[in-house]
């Protein structure tokens, strides 16, 4: 499948643990921000979105965290399975108000 | 629904030919994005579309790359003359506009290698 970079930050966790990804945005403008997961040979995948009225919104193991004063976006995942293995991208909603700047990536590898 | 549908999922050429690319949208979305994912530079917004008109190509890399939605249900992404550095997964999506946000499906995208 394709591969997003050779460069990419890589989070290694232990099957079971729980994995934090994090992403810095660069718009303090921006009000909606969204995870994506992308895994070999796919295209991105909506996982999880938070609007900039809110810290916090949880999902199915996972939970996303929005610190705007610092312009930080946080993704954790509870219990991570392999099947969580997979490129994570942050996006944030871009100046024209409906594309989308996604972030460079982080590579996650879950260990057996 | 199928969801995005992206073809031809993967397309070898030889510089200087013509490539287009094809993207059908789900059906009843009034967005529509073309987007480049290369190592070097991740995932990069080429080019998008509102109920079929172009909105914003300052993505696009230059002359030798047009876009087109003739009608809702389809788009053309071509490149004429390509090169080897267009080599790439070029992704389309589509989005409906829910007020203030929304959310961008993805096609399965196409390996575009030009030789």
């Known amino acids: 499948g394709e591969s997003v970079g050779l460069h990419l930050p890589t989070l290694s966790v232990q099957e079971g643990d729980n994995s934090i990804i994090n992403c810095a945005y660069s718009?303090?403008?921006?009000?909606?921000f969204i995870w994506y997961k992308q895994e070999s040979g796919k295209g991105p995948q909506f996982i999880i979105d938070?609007?900039?009225?809110?810290d916090k919104r949880q999902g199915q193991r996972v939970t996303v965290l929005l610190n705007k004063t610092v312009k930080h976006l946080s993704l954790q995942i509870a219990a991570t399975q392999p099947g969580d293995s997979a490129v994570y991208f942050c996006?944030?909603?871009?100046?024209?108000?409906?594309?989308?700047?996604f972030g460079p990536g982080t590579r996650l590898s879950v260990l057996p | 629904d199928a969801g995005v549908i992206q073809s031809p999922r993967h397309e070898v050429t030889e510089m200087g030919q013509e490539v287009t690319l094809r993207c059908k949208p789900i059906?009843?979305?009034?967005?529509l994005f073309w987007y480049r994912q290369t190592m070097m530079r991740g995932l990069e917004l080429l080019i998008y579309?509102?109920?079929?008109?172009?909105?914003?190509d300052s993505g696009m890399p230059e002359d030798r790359f047009s876009a087109k939605m003739p009608n809702a249900s389809f788009s053309t992404l071509k490149i004429q003359p390509s090169e080897p550095r267009d080599s790439a997964v070029y992704f389309c999506?589509?989005?409906?506009?829910?007020?203030?946000?929304?959310?961008?499906?993805f096609g399965p995208g196409t390996r575009l290698t030009v030789l």
């Open positions: 996006a944030e909603m871009g100046s024209y108000g409906q594309n989308f700047v």
């Open positions: 059906s009843g979305h009034d967005y």
């Open positions: 938070i609007r900039s009225n809110m």
């Open positions: 718009n303090s403008a921006s009000d909606y």
């Open positions: 579309f509102n109920n079929n008109v172009p909105i914003d």
């Open positions: 999506a589509s989005s409906l506009w829910r007020g203030s946000y929304n959310e961008q499906f």
